[in-house]
Each structure stands twice: as structure tokens, then as C-alpha cells.
């Protein structure tokens, strides 16, 4: 990225390197601006099609313009322009709302000034344009209490869902992350948060995990190679099923899930391939979608991104880290071990983000 386009980005956060005034370089701090990015266009948007006029209609719709901008700071180009459109779209619903303009009008002007003739009729355009009506963006957002989906929580919020947070007491060793689960989604003013009582521990026949029975957790564990010991049978699954059914519950068809794929444990169920596939599952098992009233969303929006990505973008936002717990095998106080598989990966996130931990660990 150019040195002079991340410091107009970033702000107080450019911290100027040893390139050259002209000279384009890329790291990690390019994801972070790519995402200040995205939301600023999606906020010109918004704020424009408030004063809405003929005469700069073109120039809302610029959006070609803008992909190439963007793909030049390194975000992915199918993604991107998937993105493009759900803004596209949702340009289209704010219209629709403060002017109340047809559905076909607002094709036409898809059709005429931008070629976006196929976004309109896809499932996700009728999602988007089926909320005008209850007016109201909603999502359902897992929250276990840790860092990764006290994060996930705050981008679903910054996206303008109204967040309905669900968190789940399986029969783990422990209740400190469901404390932090409850002052984090009442920090974050989530419309409802709900604890599903479920049993998969080794009392309830299920067990066979660090996790929810009998078992040591791993410590220090470097060199660990294969699933965990920490894995818990299917508990994604499990979990965003129920979220899926809450969700087709309230209206909702967003689903926000805080599982990562770069700096993570090896589960299976955290990876994209998982994901995608639980999406095409609940478009065909729910009433709502065969119906043609919307198609589910499952966000995993930490998927691709590291731990220090991770940590970078909450404090943007404004997570207050020191009110997530991630610990495997904490104390009987809620200090952190500092050394189970999940301590380890915080502890490097924070470092690489040159930031320091605020919990309390263990001495």
C-alpha cells in the first residue's frame, strides 16, 4: 500500500516504515485499512443516498472504481465483488426506505447505470429488500465469551445488525467464559442474549474431550500434531444449528459464528469448507428459506484473518479485552493458565499486535 494512503486510512495508527514516500508495500496492516476502507464506501453510500439527486447518481454508483482501489490493497477479488454488491444492494433498501420507490425502479436503475441486472434476482437481494419491510437488520451472533466472538459481536454491530446473542453452557469445566459472555453481550447493548443449556459432557453420555470430561488439558503443547484432545465432538454443529432455529424464530438470516482457520486449533469444524457447507444445509432445511422469504447468511468473519489481525480490528472497534476469558484450565479465581493451546494463542495475538494482554494469568 502506498505510505501516503494508509497514513489518510489509518490515522494515529500509521506508524511510517523505512519505504520510500512513492514506494507501495504490502503487510499486515493492509487488512485492517482494507476493512476502514470498506466501511467508509459503505458509509458514503448510506449517507448519500439520504440527498438523493439524478445529477451525481453516477457517482454513488461508482463502484468499479472503488473494487480496483480495493483489490489493489490486497482484498480478494471474488470476495470483494460480492461485497460490492450486498452494497449495491443495500443502497437499493435505503432507497426504497426514505423514498418508497418500486422494486423495479430501483432494478432499473441497477440495469441502466451499473449492469447489476443479476444481483437484484439473486437470494440475497431478496433477503436485503425483504428487511424494508420489518425495517430492522438482524442477526444472531454466538458468543462463548472469548476474544474471537466478543470480536465477531463487535462487527456484526458495526455492520448495523441488531445483535441477538446466544451462548451455550454444554457441561464445560468451567463457567468463567459464561461470565464474560454475559458482561460482554450487556457491554455491547445486544438486543437479547440467551444461555441454551445443553449437556455434552461425559455425565450427559457425551464426554471424550479435554473440554466436558475427565481429562487433562494439554499444556505447552508446541509440537502437537492431529485434532486436540480440546475438540468437542461436533459442537459447532450442534451449536449453530440451534443458532439456525432461533434464527428462522425471529426473522433473522444472518448468523454470526467467530471460528478461525489461521491461527486456531485444528478443529474441523472451524474450517471455510465447514461453513459453506452449514449454509447450503440451512437453505435447504428451514421453512423460511423454501418459502422464499430469505436465505441464511453463516459470517465467520475471523476466518481467514490472524490473531493479531484479529485483536487489531476489536480495538478499533472498541472491545475491551479485559472482559473476554479464553483460558482451557483456569484457576479457581479465572486466571488465565498462560500455557493450555488457547492461552498460547492469545498471548502470541497480543504480542504480534504489540499490545498487552489485559486478563490476568496465573503467576
Same mark, same amino acid.
Given at each position: 500500500?502506498?505510505?501516503?494512503?494508509?497514513?489518510?486510512?489509518?490515522?494515529?495508527?500509521?506508524?511510517?516504515?523505512?519505504?520510500?514516500?512513492?514506494?507501495?508495500?504490502?503487510?499486515?496492516?493492509?487488512?485492517?485499512?482494507?476493512?476502514?476502507?470498506?466501511?467508509?464506501?459503505?458509509?458514503?453510500?448510506?449517507?448519500?443516498?439520504?440527498?438523493?439527486y439524478a445529477e451525481f447518481a453516477c457517482d454513488v454508483f461508482d463502484f468499479n472504481h472503488a473494487e480496483v482501489g480495493l483489490?489493489?490493497?490486497? +482484498?480478494?477479488? !471474488?470476495?470483494?465483488?460480492?461485497?460490492? !454488491?450486498?452494497?449495491? @444492494?443495500? =443502497?437499493?433498501?435505503?432507497?426504497?426506505?426514505?423514498?418508497?420507490?418500486?422494486?423495479?425502479?430501483?432494478?432499473?436503475?441497477?440495469?441502466?447505470?451499473?449492469?447489476?441486472?443479476?444481483? @437484484?434476482?439473486?437470494?440475497?437481494?431478496?433477503?436485503?429488500?425483504?428487511?424494508?419491510? &420489518?425495517?430492522?437488520?438482524?442477526?444472531?451472533?454466538?458468543? &462463548?465469551?472469548?476474544?474471537?466472538?466478543?470480536?465477531?459481536? +463487535?462487527?456484526?454491530?458495526?455492520?448495523?445488525?441488531?445483535?441477538?446473542?446466544?451462548?451455550?453452557?454444554? /457441561?464445560?469445566?468451567?463457567?468463567?467464559?459464561?461470565?464474560?459472555?454475559?458482561?460482554?453481550?450487556?457491554? $455491547?447493548?445486544?438486543?437479547?442474549?440467551?444461555?441454551?443449556?445443553? *449437556?455434552?459432557?461425559?455425565?450427559?453420555?457425551?464426554?471424550?474431550?479435554?473440554?466436558?470430561?475427565?481429562?487433562?488439558?494439554?499444556?505447552?503443547?508446541?509440537?502437537?500434531?492431529?485434532?486436540? @484432545?480440546?475438540?468437542?465432538?461436533?459442537?459447532?454443529?450442534? =451449536?449453530?444449528?440451534? $443458532?439456525? /432455529?432461533?434464527?428462522?424464530?425471529?426473522?433473522?438470516?444472518?448468523?454470526?459464528?467467530?471460528?478461525?482457520?489461521? *491461527?486456531?486449533?485444528?478443529? #474441523?469444524?472451524?474450517? #471455510?469448507?465447514?461453513?459453506?457447507?452449514?449454509?447450503?444445509?440451512?437453505?435447504?432445511?428451514?421453512?423460511?428459506?423454501?418459502?422464499?422469504?430469505?436465505?441464511?447468511?453463516?459470517?465467520? #468473519?475471523?476466518?481467514?484473518?490472524?490473531?493479531?489481525?484479529?485483536?487489531?480490528?476489536?480495538?478499533?472497534?472498541?472491545?475491551?479485552?479485559?472482559?473476554?476469558?479464553?483460558?482451557?484450565? #483456569? *484457576?479457581?479465581?479465572?486466571?488465565?493458565?498462560?500455557?493450555?493451546d488457547s492461552c498460547r494463542l492469545r498471548l502470541a495475538g497480543f504480542a504480534d499486535a504489540g499490545r498487552a494482554d489485559p486478563i490476568r494469568y496465573q503467576s
Open positions: 500500500m502506498h505510505p501516503a494512503a494508509r497514513c489518510k486510512l489509518a490515522g494515529n495508527f500509521y506508524l511510517p516504515g523505512a519505504a520510500r514516500c512513492d514506494e507501495i508495500v504490502e503487510d499486515a496492516v493492509d487488512h485492517i485499512l482494507v476493512e476502514y476502507a470498506r466501511v467508509a464506501i459503505a458509509l458514503q453510500v448510506e449517507l448519500e443516498a439520504l440527498e438523493f483489490a489493489r490493497l490486497g +482484498a480478494n477479488g !471474488g470476495k470483494l465483488r460480492r461485497d460490492v !454488491g450486498d452494497y449495491v @444492494i443495500s =443502497f437499493g433498501v435505503r432507497v426504497l426506505e426514505c423514498f418508497n420507490v418500486s422494486h423495479v425502479l430501483v432494478s432499473v436503475i441497477f440495469e441502466v447505470l451499473l449492469g447489476y441486472t443479476d444481483c @437484484i434476482e439473486t437470494p440475497r437481494a431478496v433477503g436485503l429488500f425483504n428487511m424494508t419491510e &420489518s425495517k430492522e437488520k438482524l442477526a444472531v451472533v454466538l458468543l &462463548s465469551g472469548g476474544l474471537d466472538s466478543a470480536t465477531t459481536l +463487535a462487527m456484526a454491530a458495526d455492520q448495523g445488525f441488531i445483535c441477538h446473542a446466544i451462548s451455550f453452557d454444554y /457441561g464445560q469445566r468451567h463457567r468463567f467464559e459464561l461470565d464474560s459472555a454475559a458482561v460482554v453481550a450487556s457491554t $455491547a447493548g445486544v438486543k437479547s442474549h440467551r444461555i441454551i443449556c445443553l *449437556d455434552l459432557s461425559a455425565s450427559g453420555g457425551f464426554g471424550t474431550s479435554a473440554l466436558t470430561d475427565e481429562i487433562d488439558v494439554p499444556k505447552d503443547a508446541a509440537d502437537a500434531t492431529g485434532i486436540p @484432545i480440546t475438540y468437542v465432538p461436533a459442537r459447532n454443529t450442534i =451449536f449453530l444449528s440451534i $443458532a439456525l /432455529g432461533y434464527a428462522e424464530v425471529i426473522g433473522a438470516f444472518d448468523i454470526f459464528i467467530g471460528v478461525n482457520a489461521i *491461527d486456531y486449533s485444528g478443529y #474441523p469444524d472451524c474450517r #471455510p469448507e465447514f461453513i459453506e457447507s452449514f449454509e447450503a444445509t440451512a437453505n435447504l432445511a428451514t421453512a423460511a428459506s423454501i418459502e422464499g422469504k430469505g436465505r441464511f447468511k453463516i459470517h465467520a #468473519p475471523l476466518i481467514e484473518m490472524t490473531k493479531s489481525q484479529i485483536i487489531q480490528t476489536g480495538l478499533i472497534l472498541g472491545v475491551d479485552y479485559s472482559l473476554t476469558h479464553s483460558c482451557y484450565d #483456569p *484457576d479457581s479465581a479465572g486466571g488465565a493458565c498462560g500455557r493450555c
